[in-house]
Structure formats: structure tokens, C-alpha cells
């Protein structure tokens, strides 16, 4: 597709059930990014993979949350026995292939979850 | 640890120019970016900076001093959609590798 593509764009759960968000990016985007972001604060890293290889997940803030990207393309992020702090816009994001003047980082519409 | 501020909030009138100031301290420097977040909206590359200077993109200018670790966003002839949250950025190590933001500035445009 054109952009970042993320569903479900909003999610409302109960307290402590599972729910995942899946992230389609950029069409020949290697990198993928998860970001969270509470209301009125800028984004915070979670996890990145290159390819399938997940690079870096130090950003998870608990062993609750899980993202895997197994063919490469698609992600997806786990979010099991959610709490009410998981309340938050989660962004995905794809990076432009290296080499790329800067290595621009594209946002998807984010998926809103909130947790009652 | 990695450290970036930026101004909470500004205020600008319409037709006037404004700058959005950002400082950081990170453990690395590979660039410098700006985005753009309308309210409900996804966050909208804006600049790059990885050189000393000033970059200019139509009414948007971005400069950077690595030596103070400091940029600014210059916008020029404001417009009432430029109302949105400005987010600094910057990526400390080389490659594909995540960019770690700043809280944003939301500003205001005022007729």
C-alpha cells in the first residue's frame, strides 16, 4: 500500500483480556518500529525488527507485551491481560531502505487502545 | 541516558513566525528529525538534519548545532493549520535504528 496501514484504528478492551494490533508497512520498508504514546506526550520506543529479526524490544514495558514479524512484512503486537496504564495510541512505523537520505521514519494512523 | 526537551506549549499569531526550540543530550548522533501531529492524527516527517546549519523547506526551516546539541523549527507566514504538536527527534546510533523523541510543543496558531 501507499502508507503505513494499522488496524484496528481504535479498541476498547476489558480489563485483563489479550489483544493484538497489526502493523503493514511501507512496501520494501526492512525496518519496522513500534512506538507507544499516551495523550499529550510524544511517542516512546517499544521494539524494532529489521526483517524478521526483532533488534532491540528493551522499550517493552512488561513481558505482557509481545511483537513478532515472522515472514518479514507484517507485525504484530501482543498485549496480554491488559491493565488500565495500556490505554495509549500504539504506533507502527517503517523505515526507508539504508542508504536513503536519513532514514525516514513513516507513521501509521496508530491504533487507539483503551482499557476499561 | 538519552535526554531531549522541547517547550511544552506556544502560542503564535497567524501570518507571524515562530520557533520551536529543542535541546538534547543522547549517548550517540545520527541525525536530527522534526515531525509534525495533528490532534487524533499520525505523526508527518517534516525535516532532517545530520550536518551543522540550516535546512529550508518552503515556509519550514530546521538548523542544528551538534556542538550545543541543539536544533529549532522555524515556521514562517503561520497558517491556522499549522495548529499541531512539533516533535523533536533524533536518532543516536547509525542505520535503520529507532529515534528517540521529545515530549512535542503544541502550538497554537491565534488569528
Known amino acids: 500500500g501507499a502508507g503505513v496501514s494499522q488496524s484496528p484504528r481504535y479498541k476498547v478492551a476489558k480489563r485483563g483480556q489479550d489483544v493484538a494490533l497489526r502493523c503493514d508497512p511501507i512496501?520494501?520498508?526492512?525496518?519496522l518500529f513500534w512506538y507507544q504514546q499516551a495523550l499529550g506526550q510524544g511517542p516512546e520506543f517499544l521494539t524494532y525488527?529489521?526483517?524478521?529479526?526483532?533488534?532491540?524490544k528493551s522499550g517493552l514495558p512488561s513481558d505482557r507485551f509481545f511483537a513478532e514479524r515472522p515472514e518479514g512484512s507484517v507485525s504484530t503486537l501482543k498485549i496480554q491481560r491488559t491493565q488500565q496504564e495500556d490505554s495509549a495510541v500504539y504506533l507502527c512505523?517503517?523505515?526507508?531502505?539504508?542508504?536513503?537520505?536519513?532514514?525516514?521514519?513513516?507513521f501509521g494512523e496508530g491504533s487507539w487502545l483503551t482499557v476499561v | 541516558g538519552q535526554n531531549i526537551d522541547q517547550p511544552t506549549e506556544m502560542t503564535a499569531t497567524e501570518g507571524a513566525i515562530v520557533q520551536i526550540n529543542c535541546t538534547y543530550q543522547?549517548?550517540?548522533?545520527?541525525?536530527l528529525f522534526w515531525y509534525q501531529q495533528h490532534a487524533g492524527e499520525a505523526p508527518t516527517f517534516l525535516s532532517y538534519?545530520?550536518?551543522?546549519g540550516l535546512e529550508e523547506k518552503g515556509r519550514f526551516s530546521s538548523f542544528l548545532s551538534r556542538s550545543k546539541g541543539y536544533s529549532y523549527l522555524l515556521l514562517k507566514e503561520l497558517q491556522m493549520k499549522d495548529s499541531a504538536s512539533y516533535l523533536c527527534?533524533?536518532?543516536?546510533?547509525?542505520?535503520?535504528?529507532?529515534?528517540?523523541f521529545g515530549k512535542g510543543t503544541r502550538l497554537s496558531v491565534i488569528a
Open positions: 512505523a517503517s523505515s526507508t531502505p539504508p542508504g536513503d537520505s536519513g532514514n525516514t521514519i513513516y
Open positions: 512496501s520494501g520498508h526492512v525496518s
Open positions: 525488527f529489521q526483517n524478521e529479526a526483532q533488534l532491540d
Open positions: 543522547t549517548s550517540g548522533f545520527n541525525g
Open positions: 538534519n545530520v550536518l551543522d
Open positions: 527527534a533524533v536518532r543516536s546510533h547509525s542505520g535503520n535504528t529507532p529515534l528517540v
